[in-house]
């Protein structure tokens, strides 16, 4: 690979309209299974994870949150390692009104403890 290019491309699945409507993406380690997870939030505010997704494979389904208005103000999503647990499972959100919220030791179908990081402008 070249500078300045992404390495191969990897299909997870089949093109299909679902997709047109996943609005953030992220990566961790949610299931404690110790392999890659990926977080999508859709533009109606549901929030699923896809366990065990692998560069051959989207993993399966687990519903976290379904369709709701609150997450529809999900600005921004990360997912990084910020507690004891040494797994790469704290969903970090920062929301439109500019409140940013920490997940602490999000799981595989729920979402960690809330903790306010940044109050609302």
Do not use: C
């Not at 999503?77 to 009104?97: E, I, P, Q």
């Amino acid at each position: 690979m070249g500078a300045g290019s992404f390495g191969q491309e990897h299909r997870l699945k089949a093109a299909n309209s679902t997709w047109t409507r996943a609005t953030l993406l992220t990566a961790g380690e949610f299931s404690g299974n110790q392999k890659w997870d990926l977080m999508v939030r859709w533009s109606d505010g549901e929030l699923d994870n896809y366990v065990g997704t692998s560069a051959s494979a989207l993993g399966a389904e687990a519903r976290i949150q379904n369709p709701n208005g609150l997450g529809t103000h999900n600005a921004v999503m990360t997912t990084g390692n910020f507690t004891a647990d040494h797994r790469t499972d704290d969903l970090v959100v920062r929301w439109s009104d500019g409140e940013t919220t920490m997940y602490a030791d999000t799981g595989k179908n729920t979402l960690g403890t809330e903790q306010n990081l940044v109050p609302h402008a």
